[in-house]
């Protein structure tokens, strides 16, 4: 594809009701500008697929789509092909929306665990956390938090993604110690809260009622999370987050071990 085709893309994201953040494009295509594909019959684009490669060891792949009218006819399978041979053999990860985990099952996908996304309102910040923007903070600091909650290097995408307009990325220093780390950006509709990292619940708490109000009152606010991090449903529950969308994390390739237990926020799309 081409920056603009991923435009294109995001936009037929949009009508699945995916919900992109409204300036995603400049941060995923920076991630792998050689990573997304797209299928045509004639000079009329019918299909799209994301094969990211994050370093020599891993890729992810998503953005999956085909216009509704070519379905059923095998563009798809003939794209999906082309995507995961251009990662090279490296471990494959994606997220499947509920409706495909059986034929990603078929080409060796096996199930990680499920991402649920939660649905709730901004409320103003009732108790005030001391809160420092990451973008403020040397950048490799901000890499290396990063780092621990992601099974490879996203170091293009992560700088793209700390400049996006229309977005927050605030952190919790604690002793020196940068504890907790998250975004808010304005989406197609409302704002997402991912990724949101922290290593003690509180911690997470703290930070997503920072993020909220950082956003005005009563704004849809969504939070992509883990399932088996019981203190993320727990939080989401706090905050009156309500289950409305799930998928599955699933690898090909090999079996990574996240830690699930800090990840509180997934970006969708993107490595947790």
Same mark, same amino acid.
């Given at each position: 594809?081409?920056?603009?085709?991923?435009?294109?893309?995001?936009?037929?994201?949009?009508?699945?009701?995916?919900?992109?953040?409204?300036?995603?494009?400049?941060?995923?295509?920076?991630?792998?500008?050689?990573?997304?594909?797209?299928?045509?019959?004639?000079?009329?684009?019918?299909?799209?697929?994301?094969?990211?490669?994050?370093?020599?060891?891993?890729?992810?792949?998503?953005?999956?789509?085909?216009?509704?009218?070519?379905?059923?006819?095998?563009?798809?399978?003939?794209?999906?092909?082309?995507?995961?041979?251009?990662?090279?053999?490296?471990?494959?990860?994606?997220?499947?929306?509920?409706?495909?985990?059986?034929?990603?099952?078929?080409?060796?996908?096996?199930?990680?665990?499920?991402?649920?996304?939660?649905?709730?309102?901004?409320?103003?910040?009732?108790?005030?956390?001391?809160?420092?923007?990451?973008?403020?903070?040397?950048?490799?600091?901000?890499?290396?938090?990063?780092?621990?909650?992601?099974?490879?290097?996203?170091?293009?995408?992560?700088?793209?993604?700390?400049?996006?307009?229309?977005?927050?990325?605030?952190?919790?220093?604690?002793?020196?110690?940068?504890?907790?780390?998250?975004?808010?950006?304005?989406?197609?509709?409302?704002?997402?809260?991912?990724?949101?990292?922290?290593?003690?619940? *509180?911690?997470? &708490?703290?930070?997503?009622?920072?993020?909220? @109000? %950082?956003?005005? #009152? =009563?704004? +849809?606010?969504? $939070?992509? /999370?883990?399932?088996?991090?019981?203190?993320?449903?727990?939080?989401? *529950?706090?905050? &009156?987050?309500?289950?409305?969308?799930?998928? @599955? %994390?699933?690898? #090909? =390739?090999? +079996?990574?071990? $996240?830690? /699930?237990?800090?990840?509180?926020?997934?970006?969708?799309?993107?490595?947790?």
């Amino acid at each position: 594809m081409s920056r603009d085709d991923l435009g294109r893309t995001l936009d037929w994201a949009a009508a699945e009701g995916w919900n992109p953040g409204r300036h995603d494009l400049d941060a995923f295509h920076a991630a792998d500008p050689g990573g997304y594909f797209m299928g045509w019959r004639g000079t009329q684009p019918v299909a799209a697929i994301s094969a990211v490669r994050y370093g020599d060891g891993f890729g992810f792949v998503g953005l999956y789509i085909v216009a509704p009218e070519c379905r059923g006819q095998g563009l798809g399978w003939a794209l999906w092909q082309h995507a995961m041979a251009s990662l090279g053999g490296r471990v494959a990860g994606l997220d499947g929306v509920v409706e495909q985990q059986a034929n990603y099952r078929k080409s060796g996908f096996v199930l990680a665990h499920r991402n649920v996304r939660h649905a709730g309102r901004a409320r103003p910040l009732v108790h005030p956390v001391a809160c420092v923007d990451l973008r403020t903070l040397d950048f490799d600091r901000v890499r290396a938090f990063d780092a621990l909650h992601a099974p490879a290097p996203r170091t293009a995408f992560l700088r793209a993604w700390l400049a996006q307009p229309d977005s927050h990325s605030l952190g919790i220093v604690e002793d020196g110690e940068l504890v907790a780390g998250g975004t808010i950006r304005a989406c197609r509709e409302g704002h997402k809260i991912g990724p949101l990292h922290a290593d003690s619940e *509180a911690a997470a &708490d703290a930070l997503f009622r920072a993020l909220c @109000a %950082r956003v005005p #009152a =009563g704004d +849809a606010v969504y $939070l992509d /999370l883990p399932e088996p991090n019981a203190a993320a449903r727990a939080l989401a *529950a706090r905050h &009156d987050l309500r289950p409305v969308f799930e998928t @599955a %994390r699933m690898y #090909a =390739g090999g +079996a990574l071990a $996240l830690p /699930l237990q800090r990840i509180y926020g997934i970006t969708t799309f993107e490595l947790g």
